[in-house]
């Protein structure tokens, strides 16, 4: 008798799991490709993703960095940026309200890339108490003394949060292979650790999604020109950028591959054509907005007998 119970009681324990993971596959793959279940996205049912196929590897050659569908110029995306600023900030607050799970936001790019730009733009008008900006240069002695993840790992948003990460652990086989700061034996199981932890973080109700900023080498040499030429501008310009320049080829290869590698059902690239900054934004802020809508962050239930409820004098 008491071992039928415990059988019993087991298969039930077992159904439960089940039924959880099942609930939480459904999750990842709602939020991994949105446009499967969100409702109208704008403007037309199927504009493009830029979404890095799982497993088909990249050519960052075969993305245009010039594209912007039908737009010309800022004017003509404006209407749209603002549309999906405003979903991004009603979502936002349920996501903070609902305070069950998260949103980690990776950005990377070249030197002038733009990701300073696409937070100011995309996150306008967004409650800063819900986001978090994470900004990462080289390690400190303390975090170099550690193994890679640790600095990241403390900066994945908690509950209710959008964590925004302008460069991340991307940086340790992006900079560091480029640069040879590391041997390759170091670097290149750092693709299976990487997906293996941001697997785990999506098990825990962090929704992962990433983002490179693609611009040409002309684009770079425009933008940095720019920086020199302009006054107030110039306290953006490095020396430092023009380094790194000179290994753009070798970067190039990098991001290819750390970017094939690494982009997966539950944690996707995107390779976002970044050449026209306004372009780039809008196509940012509606990958965001509609992720956050398949989510569906739901505002908790009320108390009980509110409608009853008077406030003394
Ligand atoms: P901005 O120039 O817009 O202020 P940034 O992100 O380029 O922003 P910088 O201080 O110019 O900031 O550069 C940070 C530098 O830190 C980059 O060259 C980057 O490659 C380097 N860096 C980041 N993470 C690592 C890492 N894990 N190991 C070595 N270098 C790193
Ligand atoms: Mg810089």
């Not at 900004?135 to 600095?151: M, V």
Request: net charge negative.
């Amino acid at each position: 008798m008491a071992d039928g119970t415990r059988t019993t009681r087991a298969a039930a324990e077992s159904r439960r799991t089940r039924a959880a993971a099942d609930a939480a596959t459904e999750e990842k793959t709602r939020t991994a490709r949105p446009e499967l279940v969100v409702a109208d996205p704008p403007p037309e049912p199927d504009y493009p993703r830029y979404r890095v196929e799982p497993g088909a590897g990249l050519r960052l050659a075969d993305v245009d960095p010039d594209e912007s569908e039908h737009f010309r110029k800022k004017k003509d995306v404006l209407p749209e940026l603002e549309r999906n600023r405003d979903r991004i900030a009603e979502l936002q607050s349920r996501l903070y309200a609902e305070n069950r799970r998260s949103v980690l936001l990776v950005l990377q790019a070249m030197d002038t890339g733009g990701k300073d730009g696409t937070i100011k733009h995309v996150f306008e008008g967004v409650n800063p108490q819900g986001c978090q900006v994470s900004s990462f240069k080289a390690p400190s002695a303390e975090e170099a003394a550690h193994d890679f993840l640790w600095r990241y790992h403390q900066h994945v948003p908690s509950r209710g949060m959008i964590g925004i990460f302008n460069r991340s652990h991307y940086e340790d086989v992006l900079v560091v292979r480029v640069k040879d700061l590391v041997p390759e034996e170091v670097w290149r199981p750092r693709y299976e650790v990487i997906n293996q932890f941001e697997h785990a973080l999506t098990l825990s109700g962090v929704t992962v999604l990433k983002f490179y900023l693609h611009i040409s080498k002309d684009e770079q040499k425009r933008r940095l020109e720019s920086r020199l030429a302009d006054p107030d501008k110039r306290w953006k310009f490095s020396a430092n950028d023009l380094r790194e320049r000179r290994h753009w080829d070798a970067y190039m290869a990098a991001f290819e591959e750390a970017i094939g590698n690494t982009s997966t059902e539950h944690a996707p690239w995107y390779v976002v054509p970044a050449n026209n900054k306004w372009y780039r934004n809008l196509v940012i802020a509606r990958t965001i907005a509609d992720t956050l809508e398949a989510m569906d962050p739901r505002y908790p239930e009320p108390e009980e007998g509110l409608d009853a409820v008077a406030v003394d004098d």
